[in-house]
């Protein structure tokens, strides 16, 4: 692997954080709401809240976030901040490709939503009428226009290379301590996140090649997407490896190689491929099963980056 030098240790990867933001259309509940008193709700009780708008608009919303996220996760790492991801600069390109559509797709639905806005007021209004006469009007207030509510809806992401912070030359002795201590918090931070990505990695390919041998030793079918599930596994893996854990990699290309030109139906009563293909799955599991040597693999990219 080509040698980067780096003053921090993150220079082959950026981190991005993905925003996606809705609005909430909920209001909290008073016991007048209600038709109760307030003091007569025991301290133990909790009103909840109002919503202001359909749950299946509010799953749809849910649904289509999670799907941008889900993919940002599944072509990542966990990073030290919350909320963050950690992805190789060679991705960076394709991930915000991808972005892009799910943003296209996230507004296209905000805007279906605006649309029907006024009519789903109105049908919120009415119901309200006819099952809790006067709660209307203490609701009202909580429906913004739609040129408000438009600004509620938003899909965005923020990329961001990581610098510890660094004081001045001519900054006091305890600012110079203070930024040298961040920096040093900094660094176990990043150690701890290589171990962990690394880990991460294998935890994903050792589920997939488990699957496969199992099936294959318990004479269960194996269909085209368990196949393809450990091609898929392979180049993700491969794609994500900037740590140099070859061991992994190399073991799962000979499966992955194994595998080209193999569909289901050549499984079928051909006990021999089975069992090489077990034993390979076998490779790859113990490979990526292993724990001891995970601090020497990130250990070795830590030393790669230069971090002195």
């Excluded at 980067?4 to 259309?25: H, K, Y």
């Excluded at 509010?58 to 993919?71: E, G, L, T």
């Excluded at 226009?145 to 006091?172: C, H, M, Q």
Aim: aromatic residues 12%; glycine residues 4%; hydrophobic residues 40%.
């Amino acid at each position: 692997m080509k040698k980067v030098t780096s003053d921090n240790g993150f220079e082959g990867m950026v981190a991005i954080q993905l925003c996606i933001r809705f609005w909430p259309g909920q209001v909290k509940l008073k016991a007048e709401d209600l038709g109760l008193d307030p003091n007569e709700v025991p301290e133990v009780f909790y009103l909840g809240h109002k919503k202001l708008y359909p749950k299946d608009w509010r799953d749809r919303f849910n649904n289509m976030s999670n799907k941008a996220r889900n993919y940002l996760n599944d072509n990542s790492y966990p990073f030290v901040l919350e909320w963050v991801r950690a992805i190789p600069k060679h991705k960076l390109a394709k991930m915000m490709e991808r972005l892009e559509e799910f943003r296209a797709e996230y507004m296209a639905l905000a805007e279906e939503f605006l649309a029907e806005y006024d009519k789903i007021r109105a049908e919120w209004k009415t119901m309200c009428d006819k099952k809790w006469p006067g709660l209307w009007a203490k609701l009202a207030p909580y429906y913004p226009g739609r040129e408000y509510l438009k600004r509620r809806f938003d899909f965005y992401w923020n990329v961001f290379d990581i610098r510890a912070a660094e004081a001045t030359p001519a900054s006091a002795p305890e600012i110079i301590e203070a930024y040298e201590r961040a920096r040093a918090q900094l660094q176990a931070r990043y150690d701890e996140m290589v171990e962990e990505a690394v880990l991460y990695l294998r935890k994903r390919v050792l589920e997939t090649v488990q699957n496969l041998s199992t099936r294959l030793k318990e004479g269960r079918i194996v269909r085209n997407d368990t196949l393809d599930s450990v091609r898929r596994v392979e180049s993700w893996f491969r794609d994500l490896n900037i740590f140099g854990d070859m061991q992994v990699e190399e073991a799962l290309a000979k499966l992955r190689a194994a595998l080209n030109g193999t569909d289901s139906k050549d499984l079928k009563d051909n006990e021999p491929l089975k069992k090489e293909l077990a034993n390979l799955a076998d490779q790859v599991a113990a490979a990526a099963g292993k724990l001891d040597d995970v601090s020497v693999i990130s250990g070795n990219y830590k030393r790669m980056v230069d971090l002195s």
